[in-house]
């Protein structure tokens, strides 16, 4: 029952994007309440029980028009690494919208909810590479706030990464310039004090963004699941990691007990291997029964907005129904007293933005879609 609970949990956690809303809280305060009953058998659970891996992000958050996705070329419920000619479209957002800066990474996200959501503090432990300035001072002290043990490699001479989260009405579209973020060396994993916190946890979760950064540490966390009999848990993460990475997740594919992702994703790695169907369910039964190195059956986990999402595990596939607007707010805290929200963090990170790319605010290239 534990298991489940901890999967679900982690589905909604890796579709999560934050807006600040009164409605919202109330709506996530009726929630915590309802969770009040699982507090005991949260509290029955080890410290370190879950560790992820992934980019930690300093998220700029902001609500924009569809034109503005399309002057950029971005794609609504898309992701995509940040290039020469999309640094302009950072300064554009900060200049010309309302933003929010946020503790983000797609992992940092999901695995800072899991640990609010236990209560229990340490119960989650977090590994990836942050600079050494203010924005990975930010994400430290996001991370100490609701209890979570950030192990950070860090590189003094880098800049924290930072990822574009642009929405428009429902859907999101996301650019993530990965900076030290992308510098995670599996030797900090191999640490003997570090390693000890990956032969304490039980659960692992890893994003499919993290393929770019450090392959071999997401094999040496999939392969001692495996050997140790613990779980290992995935999420797509986007449809260009499914496309570009397929020979690493042909690999990966044996160790994941738990797949998470939309239907683009699914579509897109199922194409990728060599499977193509219109039909999602037959779609999700496919990835569940690709082959596995242990006994357990994989449980594969995919969103669909704010429709039903699909769930299958071997051959069945049943429909999940989820309350998008309940869980949206997940992780908010306050945010019009929060600092990191403050007109002082929106300077502070158009420097940043200057220090990193120069005063380039112009687009590289024609950028406006004809």
């Given at each position: ?22 409605h ?12 009040t ?17 992934g980019?930690p ?9 569809p ?24 300064f ?10 946020i ?12 640990q ?19 924005f ?40 993530a ?48 699941a ?17 496309s570009?990475?397929k ?20 579509f897109?790695?199922?194409k ?16 569940a ?15 669909q ?9 071997r051959?069945?596939c ?7 607007s ?19 963090l ?25």
């Amino acid at each position: 029952m534990l298991t489940v609970c901890i999967y679900i949990y982690v589905c909604y956690m890796s579709h999560i994007w934050f807006l600040q809303s009164n409605h919202l809280r109330q709506q996530l305060y009726v929630s915590s309440s309802q969770r009040t009953n699982n507090r005991k058998e949260f509290c029955k659970l080890k410290t370190g029980v879950l560790v992820g891996i992934g980019n930690p992000l300093l998220d700029l958050e902001a609500d924009v028009p569809p034109e503005f996705l399309k002057k950029w070329k971005l794609k609504e419920d898309d992701a995509v690494l940040c290039n020469d000619k999309l640094i302009p479209m950072f300064f554009d957002l900060v200049d010309n919208y309302k933003v929010q800066f946020i503790a983000g990474g797609s992992t940092q996200n999901s695995l800072r909810v899991a640990q609010w959501m236990i209560g229990k503090p340490h119960s989650v432990t977090y590994f990836g590479c942050i600079g050494g300035d203010h924005f990975g001072h930010v994400l430290r002290v996001k991370a100490e706030e609701v209890g979570m043990n950030a192990v950070y490699q860090i590189r003094p001479k880098e800049k924290t990464g930072t990822c574009a989260t642009c929405i428009v009405g429902q859907s999101r579209s996301l650019c993530a310039h990965l900076a030290a973020a992308n510098l995670f060396s599996v030797d900090y994993l191999e640490l003997q004090e570090n390693w000890k916190l990956i032969e304490k946890a039980r659960y692992f979760y890893v994003a499919g963004f993290f393929m770019s950064s450090c392959l071999p540490a997401i094999y040496k966390i999939a392969e001692h699941a495996d050997n140790a009999s613990k779980y290992f848990m995935m999420n797509l993460s986007a449809t260009f990691i499914c496309s570009t990475m397929k020979e690493h997740f042909v690999r990966l594919f044996p160790y994941i007990d738990v797949l998470f992702g939309n239907e683009k994703e699914a579509f897109e790695i199922a194409k990728a291997l060599g499977f193509e169907s219109q039909c999602l369910k037959e779609v999700v039964i496919c990835i569940a029964n690709i082959e596995k190195a242990s006994n357990r059956s994989r449980l594969v986990v995919v969103t669909q907005g704010p429709k039903p999402g699909a769930c299958s595990k071997r051959i069945r596939c049943r429909s999940l129904p989820t309350n998008v607007s309940s869980i949206r707010a997940a992780l908010v805290m306050r945010l019009s007293e929060d600092s990191c929200h403050s007109s002082l963090l929106k300077e502070a990170s158009k420097n940043a933005l200057v220090r990193a790319y120069g005063h380039r605010r112009e687009p590289v290239g024609q950028l406006v879609a004809d």
